[in-house]
């Protein structure tokens, strides 16, 4: 091993960068061995030293005892070395965090600091002045921005770390700690970016992940951004309860404003992962569970309809702040206790009033009763126990607890006394209230304020109370106050959604569509059912009797529907557009679908009942106008599908019936006022039994005419089986003529086929001559002269010559002259029997007879 010159130096650089090439790789074991090389070829060499205690510090279980001996061995060799100087002010600084744990330092200069942070304030001074290295300067920096954070001066922090990452960029615990800094000033886009750099020069560290969630939540409008870091953080931290919070936040924010990308689940699941892990009973899971988290999950789980387990969360939750408040002596700790207390409690009786139902609707105004008495100052508390007073249809307490909320919140509480008397139909006193709501609103209330009072002037116009005159002034009033609100926010679609609804009800039909269909392009309505049901409004009110425009506005009522299915008004204005196109079957199913869901509810019952009626009468009118001849079994169906529908209508009467004698005055105040309900409900209710009587009328009609189409049926089918049975005789019938008349044309053929079968017999006797060119063709006699032949023939001289020969007598003898065939008829005489077979006409003469004779003499 060299001991000195430049291959010792060479040396040493050479290992501390392999030592530098070993800690890039996380193999600190390595590291260090290199680092103890160095050290073994120069003892002196501080850079080492330094390195290997500040390694010793981080990585060793026993490192602060051998880290103080690496520390001491470089003091020794250079105690004024920069590095040195950084190092000893690194251990000052931890120093001085021990000394002030607990929040009183034990050895406190006049600044109130540790004595040990003065220490390393001066040696990083001294490190500063004495370097000139980037390296080292961005480290002095990073430490005394390190020392100011610790002290929470964030803004002299905020200007080291810059200063330190201006010199080097890749400083990364500079980098995070700026990042920190910039969160603390509300400097969240820097801070993102400052961190989204360590992780593109560094794997995901959880550090950093957690404060890039933080800072994605608290900042950033990119809300799939932060769930995508959060999953990245769970995925690193897989059993950190504060991780599993926070993405179950991230995803949670992420539902609010997509709902459609399945957050809402990735939420709920994280929120579970983290009760698991908090019922779990680890150490680290109870040091890190807080009450916001049971109150989140349990606000989660009452989203998701667990009301049950939404409860129990709240449960855990006060529990442990319960734990919490005996443990604590900090004043602040308690306050943030108290309040996490008081949500709790508010959310359970909440959750007690959103199940409905009167025991606990009770036990949720007892809470709301309570918490009023205990916390005076807070002022949601009187607003929601005047809402729930609202509900029971209790509008003085309603209206108590509205003023009492006043006094911590003007706006509001009057704003909600508007609302308890515009439901109480009190318009007067609404219109005042909003007015004076108006008045108090800050520029932030300003636009929703507006938008309110516009909305109370427009029902106010079109209130059947209203006379025509105020109509039209009201119309206006609303449509200043919608302008209000436009001129405020340019942006405004609520504003020009109400504006649409003023020109729709002035009569401005085209303008009001335009204006409905502007709003609808805008993004922020995108999921907003209101301007869908208002365009379809319009599409109604202004051609309410053309079937297309009707059909327009179903399918824009069913969108509506399709963005919030738990609308049950949207329900009723479907089937309300059915029953204006008397497709009532189709009104029928969606009102009976509405049922459903909302099984209870007396206005959707009253308006099945109403639709079944009207579509029972409609069949029975329908068949009664045809006085049907023909499709008399289609009608028997009509009449039979009409008696079933006027029943279950009278069924459903019943029921409706039963429910009204079953309310309360109050309730049925309340249900009076119900948006879906006729305008005269009390009276309806009153008049079921005559109703019910017309009902048993019109059914009587059906079953009339349903055996009137009896009659007519068994008519017609006796008529039609006599029509058959004729027909079958006359089939019968004809079906015997043909088969005669086949016979006789069998007969008829059979004997053609005879007679055609002795032709050929008799042809084929007939035997035909040879050599007909040799002979001389005789001359045929006249017609009508026989020849001499024949006269020989008659004259019976059968054996006149001796030398004649017998001849066969010919086909044709005895057959008719027949002029067709050459005017003559074969003589049997006439012709003779050649030996050749052929038949010849011949005249015997003198030299043939002669011949004869001299063959006989031969012969003999």
Same mark, same amino acid.
Request: glycine fraction near 6%; proline fraction near 3%; aromatic fraction near 6%.
């Given at each position: 091993?060299?001991?000195?010159?430049?291959?010792?130096?060479?040396?040493?650089?050479?290992?501390?960068?392999?030592?530098?090439?070993?800690?890039?790789?996380?193999?600190?074991?390595?590291?260090?061995?290199?680092?103890?090389?160095?050290?073994?070829?120069?003892?002196?060499?501080?850079?080492?030293?330094?390195?290997?205690?500040?390694?010793?510090?981080?990585?060793?279980?026993?490192?602060?005892?051998?880290?103080?001996?690496?520390?001491?061995?470089?003091?020794?060799?250079?105690?004024?070395?920069?590095?040195?100087?950084?190092?000893?002010?690194?251990?000052?600084?931890?120093?001085?965090?021990?000394?002030?744990?607990?929040?009183?330092?034990?050895?406190?200069?006049?600044?109130?600091?540790?004595?040990?942070?003065?220490?390393?304030?001066?040696?990083?001074?001294?490190?500063?002045?004495?370097?000139?290295?980037?390296?080292?300067?961005?480290?002095?920096?990073?430490?005394?921005?390190?020392?100011?954070?610790?002290?929470?001066?964030?803004?002299?922090?905020?200007?080291?770390?810059?200063?330190?990452?201006?010199?080097?960029?890749?400083?990364?615990?500079?980098?995070?700690?700026?990042?920190?800094?910039?969160?603390?000033?509300?400097?969240?886009?820097?801070?993102?970016?400052?961190?989204?750099?360590?992780?593109?020069?560094?794997?995901?560290?959880?550090?950093?992940?957690?404060?890039?969630?933080?800072?994605?939540?608290?900042?950033?409008?990119?809300?799939?951004?932060?769930?995508?870091?959060?999953?990245?953080?769970?995925?690193?931290?897989?059993?950190?309860?504060?991780?599993?919070?926070?993405?179950?936040?991230?995803?949670?924010?992420?539902?609010?404003?997509?709902?459609?990308?399945?957050?809402?689940?990735?939420?709920?699941?994280?929120?579970?992962?983290?009760?698991?892990?908090?019922?779990?009973?680890?150490?680290?899971?109870?040091?890190?569970?807080?009450?916001?988290?049971?109150?989140?999950?349990?606000?989660?789980?009452?989203?998701?309809?667990?009301?049950?387990?939404?409860?129990?969360?709240?449960?855990?939750?006060?529990?442990?702040?319960?734990?919490?408040?005996?443990?604590?002596?900090?004043?602040?700790?308690?306050?943030?206790?108290?309040?996490?207390?008081?949500?709790?409690?508010?959310?359970?009786?909440?959750?007690?009033?959103?199940?409905?139902?009167?025991?606990?609707?009770?036990?949720?105004?007892?809470?709301?009763?309570?918490?009023?008495?205990?916390?005076?100052?807070?002022?949601?508390?009187?607003?929601?126990?005047?809402?729930?007073?609202?509900?029971?249809?209790?509008?003085?307490?309603?209206?108590?607890?509205?003023?009492?909320?006043?006094?911590?919140?003007?706006?509001?509480?009057?704003?909600?006394?508007?609302?308890?008397?515009?439901?109480?139909?009190?318009?007067?006193?609404?219109?005042?209230?909003?007015?004076?709501?108006?008045?108090?609103?800050?520029?932030?209330?300003?636009?929703?304020?507006?938008?309110?009072?516009?909305?109370?002037?427009?029902?106010?116009?079109?209130?059947?109370?209203?006379?025509?005159?105020?109509?039209?002034?009201?119309?206006?009033?609303?449509?200043?106050?919608?302008?209000?609100?436009?001129?405020?926010?340019?942006?405004?679609?609520?504003?020009?959604?109400?504006?649409?609804?003023?020109?729709?009800?002035?009569?401005?039909?085209?303008?009001?569509?335009?204006?409905?269909?502007?709003?609808?392009?805008?993004?922020?309505?995108?999921?907003?059912?209101?301007?869908?049901?208002?365009? #379809?409004?319009?599409? %109604?009110?202004?051609?309410?009797? /053309?079937?297309? $425009? &009707?059909?327009?506005? +179903? =399918?824009?009522?069913?969108?509506?529907?399709?963005?919030?299915?738990?609308?049950?008004?949207?329900?009723?204005?479907?089937?309300?557009?059915?029953?204006?196109?008397?497709?009532?079957?189709?009104?029928?199913?969606?009102?009976?679908?509405?049922?459903?869901?909302?099984?209870?509810?007396?206005?959707?019952?009253?308006?099945?009942?109403?639709?079944?009626?009207?579509?029972?009468?409609?069949?029975?009118?329908?068949?009664?106008?045809?006085?049907?001849?023909?499709?008399?079994?289609?009608?028997?169906?009509?009449?039979?599908?009409?008696?079933?529908?006027?029943?279950?209508?009278?069924?459903?009467?019943?029921?409706?019936?039963?429910?009204?004698?079953?309310?309360?005055?109050?309730?049925?105040?309340?249900?009076?006022?119900?948006?879906? #309900?006729?305008?005269? %409900?009390?009276?309806?209710?009153? /008049?079921?039994? $005559? &109703?019910?009587?017309? +009902? =048993?009328?019109?059914?009587?009609?059906?079953?009339?005419?349903?055996?009137?189409?009896?009659?007519?049926?068994?008519?017609?089918?006796?008529?039609?089986?006599?029509?058959?049975?004729?027909?079958?005789?006359?089939?019968?019938?004809?079906?015997?003529?043909?088969?005669?008349?086949?016979?006789?044309?069998?007969?008829?053929?059979?004997?053609?086929?005879?007679?055609?079968?002795?032709?050929?017999?008799?042809?084929?006797?007939?035997?035909?001559?040879?050599?007909?060119?040799?002979?001389?063709?005789?001359?045929?006699?006249?017609?009508?002269?026989?020849?001499?032949?024949?006269?020989?023939?008659?004259?019976?001289?059968?054996?006149?010559?001796?030398?004649?020969?017998?001849?066969?007598?010919?086909?044709?003898?005895?057959?008719?002259?027949?002029?067709?065939?050459?005017?003559?008829?074969?003589?049997?005489?006439?012709?003779?029997?050649?030996?050749?077979?052929?038949?010849?006409?011949?005249?015997?003469?003198?030299?043939?007879?002669?011949?004869?004779?001299?063959?006989?003499?031969?012969?003999?």
């Amino acid at each position: 091993v060299p001991r000195s010159g430049l291959r010792l130096r060479s040396l040493k650089e050479l290992r501390f960068a392999i030592a530098a090439c070993f800690c890039g790789l996380g193999r600190f074991q390595q590291t260090k061995n290199a680092l103890g090389g160095v050290v073994a070829a120069d003892a002196a060499h501080v850079e080492s030293l330094c390195a290997l205690a500040h390694l010793e510090a981080k990585e060793s279980a026993d490192g602060s005892e051998r880290s103080m001996e690496h520390l001491s061995a470089a003091l020794q060799a250079d105690q004024n070395h920069p590095v040195v100087l950084c190092q000893a002010a690194n251990h000052a600084f931890y120093c001085g965090l021990e000394d002030g744990a607990d929040g009183t330092p034990k050895a406190p200069n006049g600044n109130g600091d540790p004595a040990a942070w003065k220490i390393a304030e001066e040696l990083l001074e001294r490190a500063l002045a004495a370097s000139t290295s980037h390296s080292l300067l961005a480290e002095v920096h990073y430490q005394r921005g390190r020392l100011r954070h610790a002290r929470g001066h964030h803004a002299e922090a905020y200007t080291e770390y810059r200063k330190s990452c201006e010199l080097v960029p890749e400083h990364l615990a500079a980098v995070y700690a700026l990042a920190q800094t910039c969160v603390q000033q509300g400097r969240i886009p820097e801070a993102i970016a400052a961190l989204e750099n360590v992780r593109k020069s560094a794997v995901d560290l959880p550090e950093v992940l957690k404060l890039l969630t933080f800072a994605y939540l608290h900042g950033s409008t990119d809300a799939k951004q932060a769930a995508k870091c959060a999953d990245a953080l769970v995925a690193v931290c897989k059993s950190d309860v504060e991780a599993h919070a926070m993405r179950a936040e991230a995803h949670d924010r992420l539902a609010s404003l997509h709902p459609n990308l399945g957050a809402p689940k990735a939420a709920a699941d994280a929120y579970e992962q983290v009760a698991t892990l908090l019922q779990g009973n680890t150490r680290g899971a109870q040091a890190s569970a807080t009450p916001q988290m049971w109150n989140n999950l349990g606000t989660i789980r009452s989203l998701h309809g667990d009301s049950q387990g939404a409860a129990q969360a709240y449960t855990h939750g006060l529990s442990l702040v319960e734990e919490k408040l005996q443990a604590t002596g900090s004043p602040e700790e308690s306050k943030d206790l108290r309040v996490a207390q008081l949500t709790m409690r508010f959310n359970r009786a909440w959750l007690a009033e959103s199940q409905g139902g009167r025991p606990l609707l009770t036990e949720a105004t007892q809470e709301y009763l309570q918490l009023s008495e205990e916390n005076s100052w807070y002022a949601d508390i009187q607003l929601q126990l005047g809402g729930l007073w609202q509900r029971l249809g209790q509008t003085e307490p309603a209206l108590r607890s509205f003023q009492e909320a006043v006094k911590q919140n003007p706006f509001l509480g009057m704003l909600m006394q508007a609302e308890a008397y515009r439901r109480d139909q009190d318009y007067p006193h609404a219109m005042k209230h909003a007015t004076s709501a108006v008045k108090l609103a800050d520029k932030k209330q300003f636009h929703y304020a507006h938008i309110y009072l516009g909305n109370l002037f427009f029902e106010v116009a079109t209130s059947p109370s209203s006379r025509s005159k105020e109509k039209d002034l009201y119309l206006q009033k609303a449509m200043r106050s919608f302008t209000k609100a436009l001129s405020q926010e340019k942006d405004s679609h609520f504003a020009a959604n109400g504006i649409g609804m003023v020109f729709a009800r002035r009569g401005k039909l085209d303008l009001a569509k335009r204006t409905f269909q502007s709003v609808m392009q805008h993004k922020a309505m995108a999921n907003n059912p209101s301007v869908f049901v208002n365009l #379809a409004h319009t599409y %109604l009110r202004s051609d309410s009797g /053309n079937p297309a $425009s &009707v059909r327009k506005a +179903i =399918a824009l009522y069913q969108q509506a529907k399709k963005l919030k299915p738990d609308e049950r008004l949207v329900w009723l204005y479907i089937a309300k557009a059915y029953f204006v196109l008397q497709e009532y079957e189709d009104c029928a199913t969606v009102l009976g679908d509405a049922s459903q869901i909302w099984p209870d509810d007396l206005i959707l019952r009253y308006n099945l009942a109403m639709t079944l009626q009207m579509f029972g009468m409609h069949l029975v009118n329908q068949e009664e106008k045809n006085n049907r001849v023909v499709g008399l079994g289609s009608g028997q169906d009509q009449m039979v599908q009409a008696t079933e529908l006027l029943e279950s209508a009278s069924k459903i009467w019943d029921f409706v019936r039963f429910k009204w004698a079953s309310l309360t005055d109050e309730e049925r105040k309340v249900l009076s006022k119900d948006v879906g #309900a006729p305008e005269m %409900l009390a009276e309806e209710m009153n /008049n079921i039994e $005559s &109703v019910q009587d017309y +009902i =048993a009328e019109i059914k009587e009609q059906a079953r009339f005419r349903l055996e009137l189409l009896k009659g007519k049926r068994q008519e017609m089918d006796e008529r039609m089986a006599a029509i058959e049975d004729m027909r079958k005789n006359q089939q019968e019938q004809d079906k015997e003529k043909n088969k005669e008349d086949e016979q006789a044309a069998q007969d008829k053929q059979q004997e053609a086929e005879d007679k055609a079968l002795l032709l050929m017999d008799t042809a084929r006797m007939i035997q035909l001559g040879k050599n007909l060119e040799s002979t001389k063709d005789a001359k045929v006699p006249a017609a009508g002269k026989p020849s001499k032949g024949r006269a020989a023939a008659s004259a019976g001289d059968e054996g006149a010559s001796a030398d004649a020969v017998a001849e066969p007598q010919p086909l044709g003898d005895g057959i008719a002259v027949d002029s067709e065939f050459g005017g003559a008829a074969l003589d049997s005489a006439a012709g003779a029997l050649m030996d050749d077979g052929e038949v010849r006409v011949s005249k015997k003469s003198k030299k043939d007879k002669k011949e004869k004779k001299d063959k006989k003499k031969d012969k003999k």
